[in-house]
């Protein structure tokens, strides 16, 4: 069997060559750092007006990019994106991806909503990180609460913007009440971290509830929804190192009354098995997965972006600064060592966007088969999937870390562009999710060990 041929030239100088040619013949927008290599962002899997739909969406975010890159140093000062970035995303249907036809959303599944996620990272990952948090509970909703709930919480505004916590709480008080007749919880309480709020139409806290008097059970997980005439966004964002326009404020509950059946038990956290509420509601076995399978999965995408505009940024720099130990003026793209940094850190990036994408068409594929009785979408399947997420968050790290250590000193400044992404992905990195963490969870999962 003969292997395949070496490739006849320098594939990192085609590329650079490609995109000068470009930038002459097609204006600015095609010049290095502008453009950047555009494949991996095709649509692959969609057909008819649902591809086309997908289109749409991946042309506005790209549509807005300049915009987004300009505005970074504003939306970090102000701790979110624009109100009018806002409604770009609100007319674009950015937050209906994945809400369901019926419900007046597009219903296009969680790979769509993952790869419109790296295009707006592309632009800003601040602002995809707001973004997507908020948009992404979507899903979370659509797919494990009643009937009644989602068509009045998605009917308030059409769509939800929905930032969630799971932790930082502080003194949080929940008791079951009555009133007018309904049954439902009084919550008072602060929640920290609640990423996307600034926009928020409602908020979906969790905590663990004991059973009702003169119920059987034990305490368990329950997630609520709120809606934002209950609870205040909290001025309190800022001072972290990176995705400092993340819009991750606090939020504080005062006095909600949350009706019953906006309150669900969260057995569907981990594992799925079967239909669940929405899959059988919007006969769509997308509505048909685990949480754990999916959250991860939202900072994957985003760091996909990050790691696209990152190197953009570093395109531009090696095309347009001088290499050093070099006495011809020669460019930095020009020498092999600038050609070899940047082939390896464009396959680095190029595969976390895969990873990302790919995470999302295996979510939907272990959600049919759950669906359909085949097999469940079980703890370890959720967690090989949250750990696919971490991999490609790795890879992004490790082609940033490259970036920085190789354009120059004057691109660690404090205003720089390719600082402020290096700084995004150090803060992604001290979150308490980590492959280092989970990974002996999965292990343990895979290996039967209790």
Known sequence: ?????????????????????????????????????????????????SREVLEGLLDTARRLRPRLREE?????????????????????????????????????????????ITEV???????????????GHTLTLSSYWPEEAQREIFGEHG??????????????????????????LRINGTYKYCSGSPYSTHFMPSFVLPPAEGEDGEPAVHWAVVR???????????????????????IHIDDAFVPMHHVVAAPWTSAV????LGSSLH???????????????EIAAVTAGLGLAALDEYEAIIASSKAPWTATGQKRAEHPEWQRQFGTVMALVDAAVSLSSHGGLLYEEYARRSALGRESFDGEKSLRLNNLYFVA????????????????????????????????MLTTRTRTDQLDIFAVTTAQAHLGIA
């Open 228 to 250: 934002r005439d209950d609870y205040t966004v909290l001025d309190d964002w800022g001072g972290i190192i990176g995705m400092r326009g993340s819009g991750s404020n606090g």
């Open 72 to 116: 970074q140093a504003a939306t970090e000062e102000r701790g979110t994106y624009s109100p009018e970035i806002h409604q770009e995303f609100v007319d674009a249907g950015f937050f209906r991806i994945m809400q369901p036809k019926s419900l007046g959303g597009l219903e296009l599944g969680v790979e769509a909503f993952y790869k419109v």
């Open 393 to 424: 968050e790795n890879q992004v790290w490790e082609a940033v870390d490259r970036m920085l250590r190789t354009a120059g000193s004057r691109h660690s400044a404090s205003n720089a562009r390719l600082l402020r992404y290096f700084r995004d």
């Open 273 to 276: 098995e079967g239909d669940t």
């Open 159 to 184: 769509h939800i913007v929905c930032p969630a916590s799971f932790n930082g709480q502080q003194d949080l008080t929940i008791e079951y009440v009555t009133v007018d007749g309904v049954d439902g």
């Open 283 to 297: 006969g769509n076995p997308v509505y048909a997965g685990s949480f754990t399978a999916f959250a991860e999965g």
């Open 1 to 49: 069997m003969s292997r395949a041929a070496a490739p006849t030239g320098d594939v990192t100088s085609v590329h650079l060559a490609g995109a000068r040619t470009a930038a002459a013949g097609q204006g600015a927008t095609s010049a290095p750092g502008l453009a950047g290599p555009g494949s991996v962002g095709d649509v692959l899997r969609l057909e008819d007006s």
């Open 121 to 135: 990272g592309r632009g800003c990952p601040s602002t995809a990180w707001c973004l997507c948090l908020a948009a």
